[in-house]
């Protein structure tokens, strides 16, 4: 056992050797690397600044390019990834809060002094004290791989979707498909995961997610084409502004619960949630993760939850239009709460499918509802209604 | 077919969203615990037992005799009362025995109490017997003796707003 | 979960005691891609000799012991077993006894019915209705422990008559209770049995026809779901239930969904009968007391009651002593298992939780 005095022994020596040897590693950096590569740092000065006085704080960030206006804190930070977890994180407590009031018992309840509001910290702490176990014979890159793409493809979904007229990261003439595009990708996210654990198991739930997943991306586009026909455009931008008059949910009822399905069945929620809670498979592609790694791929897959009800929003709430008492953002964070809370009822008020129902609904009905969801749209576009 | 699938869909949902604005029925367990009325107890002269939560036991030390037909009882069931010998005077107790309990092995029954000519072997609404020393459990008849404190203030009842603990 | 290869199409699997979706035993399936070609039940994995040690205590003794392998429904084995030790002891309950234990024996049917539901509601993937009914099961359980004294097992029912009396104030929270749970099987109705997703994976499932119930045995609401009216309260009324009014739910289909729906109205027959008996009963004695060792004349005594599972059947052969000769029970879950495998060959995989639990089986009570 250590005792104290050999634990101050050890810490004085880690400080002791960190002082001599500063100036071999500190002054090449200054000196050699930082000229020939042109990044400048700020002062000392300027940082002390910076962490005193936030206003002159915000002008020396933008000088050094990491501005309030500036693209890397729009990825990092306010409509980008960082916002994008604190969303994902607010809403597993609001769905679990949620869940809990309609089966008439509390959720959770004591981290945090009023009704349990510091919980997902709590399960952070948790998650991160975990041991990650790795399977033996699982294929170790992939079987690390999986976690950052998931968190990396919930991310990259926000690239194009703007929060107000004025706030968003990036704009493209065709920024609707990009989305869907990425959305593509999941399928080959959960074939790595479930492939990659080495479990027959979680290989057979990760190809019932694979099918589930596949069969209903087809009708998540052909729903939204209704939208585009009714705004003449496929930028994001443009479909939220030709909403000032009357939103497209209602001329395009059929299409938004369409695409309602499909967001219940790409985030694998009830009724759909067949890969995730089995009563013959244990749980399905993600069994073998544990500690941060599932930490991980449960963020991305909440990150992917706040990604889609805000593409639901845009396209078919009328983003952020509202009466003038609120500023446009204000209004679509309610409509985004709105939608988020019909997202998780179904949690609570249905029961699961059958595979083999789940594959009927997918590939015969809402195939079918969205191509006459599609006329009805041309329909409606040719009579002059929009 | 499908107006009659869409509306019970929708009468689901509604369900639930009415739930939502009732009364949550879980206990706080710790902070708040739940009010018994009294325990089961027997009266041997008329033969009837007074309806009651069938708790730890106590004993009354003056009028227990030592005759042991609750330790007989109990013998095939759980085997869980011993007479134990007791120090001190006990005028009506000529071997100066006593039942001590093992609540590790006890299943609340109520036999012993019915089987105690003697009035002096009732039950008491405490449920809270838990310790982290197994030998703990077995309650010598001093610490039967000594009667619970009343620690329930809440019911479970059912009225308009859901059933909730009030 | 143990994947056994047989060579061939053809893959075995024990669906074992450590699964959640089976309860203390064990069903092997083999099965073809996702249809199940033969399922065999493996009970015995709680099997603790009950009846065996039936003959080592008294007649008041066994009553604690009994009550243990069905622990949800006690009333339902230690009613039988009181009745058939009064007839070899040759005592008589008065009136008032019987018409207590009638309300026991429906309230424990009440609240074995609501574990029912709610574990089938979790089997289905649906969450709400595990919580509801176990929340609503507490209030049943508040009435029963008023009375009985514990919670689950009360050993309340004795050779002579019953312990105690109901307590005063009974009839105002019994009334109060069921007017509550009235509106909530309107709830539970509208969100789980009219629910067109739960119907779709209940309707056409695991049907049992009229023929098949007869000749493999089936008992209990199971029998009555497949158009038989068979319910031992009505066809040999033992405790005073031909005094009262109330129906069997009978249905047609014999899918689980019927299964489910006798239950279901079963809780409202129970709800009734117990208004009923609270209205007819009248103060009077509650106990015949039994002085001295109780000891009958050697004899058999056969009894057949209706429990929350099926009919309960106890044989007890006495031989002058004190502890019974032997004890030989029969119960509901042990002949409703044939109808298990029975049912299983030809439903998919995915289907046996909602066949299997649908028939009620409680592993403990089969293996006693």
Known sequence: METFEDFLKRILSIIFWLLLLSPVIIFPIFFLIIPVLGISIPTTNEFLTALIDPIKGIQLADKYGVGPSSTFFKIAAFPGFTFAALMATLIILYERKLIAKVQLRVGPLYAGRFEGVLQPIADLFKLLGKEIIVPERADKLFFWLAPILSIGLGAALLAVLPLSPNIYIARSEVSLLIPFAIIGFTPLVILIAAWASSNKFAFIGGLRALHQLIAYEIPMLISVLGVVILSGSLDLMIIVESQQQVWFIIPQLLGAIIFYITILSELERTPFDIPEAETELVSGWLTEYTGMHFGLLQLGLYIKFYALSLLFTLLFLGGWYGPAFLPPLAWLLIKLFFVITVVILPRAVMPRLRIDQLMRLGWVWLIALSFINLFIAVIEVSLGLI | ?166 | MQVVNQGGDQMVLHVGPQHPGSGHFRIIVTIDGDYIVAAKPDPGYVHRGAEKMAEYRTYIQNIPHLERPVIIDATGITLPYVLAAERILDVESPERAQYIRMIMAELNRIISHLYWLAIYGIFLGHSTMFMWPMGDRELFIDLAESIGGTRVTFSFVVPGGVRNDIPEGFKERALKTFQYFEKRIKEYEEIFFNNPLMKSRTVGIGILKKQNAIKLGITGPNLRASGIDSDTRKDEPYCLYDEVNFDIPVYQEGDSYARCMVRLKELQQSMDIIRQVLDRMKPGPIKHVIRGVMRGEPGEAFVRTEAARGTMFFHIVSDGERFPYRVKISVPSFRNLIGMSHLLVGSRLADMPAVYWSLDYWPVEADK
């Not at chain 2, 009010?35 to 730890?56: Q, V």
């Not at chain 2, 036999?111 to 449920?127: G, H, I, K, N, Q």
């Open chain 2, 1 to 166: 077919m499908i107006y009659s699938v869409i509306k019970e869909i929708l009468v689901a949902f509604a369900v639930g969203i009415r739930n939502i604005f009732k009364k949550r029925m879980t206990l706080r367990y710790p902070e708040v615990k739940l009010d018994i009325d009294s325990g089961y107890t027997y009266d041997f002269k008329t033969d009837t037992a007074s309806p009651g939560f069938k708790g730890r036991h106590i004993l009354y030390t003056d009028k227990c005799t030592g005759c042991s037909l609750c330790a007989i009882v109990c013998e095939n069931i759980a085997d869980c009362i011993d007479m134990v010998r007791v120090e001190g005077n006990w005028p009506i107790n000529e071997r100066s025995v006593m039942p001590q309990i093992d609540y590790g092995r006890c299943v609340f029954c109520g036999f012993c109490v019915d089987a105690c000519p003697f009035d002096c072997l009732f039950m008491t609404p405490e449920y809270e017997l838990s310790v982290t020393d197994k030998r703990k459990l077995v309650h010598t008849p001093f610490q039967l003796a000594v009667f619970p404190e009343k620690k329930g203030t809440v019911k479970l009842i059912p009225d308009k707003r859901g059933a909730h603990h009030a």
